[in-house]
């Protein structure tokens, strides 16, 4: 019996054992070190081993570990005040993950318009290549066909329309539309960058019709694109964000903001969590919040951001036989692949650099933001090393 037999067959994992972590590396079975560049999906923020919220953690599990909301949580009313402080929210919803931020913001949208005496009022409208989770809700948001098939029928009330089409946006708006709901940059669709004038047009086309605009910055929020959440950069604020990930940096910590307007439905017995805004998750999200809104720390990202950008740009102009494109902001990137993104990916983790797949034949790198300019160059010279190997000048000499 292989050593996964017993567990679900839904993730097709790569032959890869980690024992322990440290900032942006990961050290396997045998000792190797890789750089993390992967950082469990934009989650690890601060890397493995953050001293800062080892300490944290440890020390909230000397004295509580969970509550329930029956009784006030430690850390709840600090990390929602702080969170309002810093963004558009006047309200927070505390979760366990990115999905179930998703599902709160999506009833936050239709609770708003049933209690404002619009029950119909409940569609929402998302963009082709979209991802919002994998609970029955958040598939039909996403709306792709291979996540929806074989588990019944799409649950009812969202739409999509073609990524970044403003006009079919327009049109798809109907006396049921409840709210707007787009990631401000996709993450699993391929690192495709929202345009500013197209955030910014979504919010008056929400104003003009009485609807609801929702961000998912679950992947790109908290410090990735350089500001506290990537929308900031459009200089537009949503109704509803909802946010998981990075705010918890590896501890399972999901969050839904919203203003008191947009959350007005939301009354009590409205929706609950039996896990969420548990103390545990409070004091890390909390110390995460610490060391993000640190002085210079954006700025920081937005350093190594540029340094890493630029030598991802110079390696594109060097092998222009395997990457097409380099896309995304701040430390969010993909490299849009001429070979099979498979084959860049199984190319950069021989180097021992470790990143993701995403759609639109896109490999995702997505380093820990306290990722240092070194660590970033170390991590274009293992690229290097991959676009070598695969690349097709080099591949002929070897088979000279
Ligand atoms: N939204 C976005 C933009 C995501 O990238 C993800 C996960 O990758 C989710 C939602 C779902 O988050 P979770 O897997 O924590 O449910």
Known sequence: MSATAALYDTYARAPLRFERGEGVWLIDEEGNR???????????????????????LKAQAEKVWHLSNLYDVPGQE???????????????????SGAEALECAIKTARRYHFAKGHPGKFHIITFEGAFHGRTLATIAAGGQAKYLEGFGPKAPGFYQVPFGDMAALRAAITEETAALLIEPLQGEGGIRLVSKEFLQEMRALCDEFGLLLIFDEVQCGVGRTGKLFAHEWAGVTPDIMAVAKGIGGGFPLGACLATAEAA????????????????????????????????????????????????????????????????GDGLMLGIKAKVPNGELLKAIRAEKLLGVLAGDNVLRLLPPLITTAE?????????????EALSQPARLQASA
């Open 34 to 56: 890789y750089l993390d560049f992967a950082a469990g999906v934009a989650v690890n923020s601060l890397g493995h081993a953050h001293p800062h919220l080892v300490e944290a």
């Open 78 to 96: 600090s990390l929602s005040r702080r969170l309002c402080a810093v963004t558009f929210a006047d309200k927070v919803f505390f979760a366990n």
């Open 264 to 327: 007005s439905g939301m009354v009590a017995g409205t929706h609950g969590s039996t896990y969420g805004g548990n103390p545990l998750a409070m004091a890390v999200g909390n110390a995460v919040l610490d060391v993000v809104l640190a002085d210079g720390f954006l700025e920081h990202v937005r350093d190594v951001a540029l340094v890493f950008r630029q030598g991802l740009a110079s390696l594109k102009d060097r092998f222009p036989d395997i990457i097409e494109d380099i896309r």
């Open 375 to 387: 660590e970033a160059r170390e991590g274009l010279h293992r690229i290097e090393r991959a676009c």
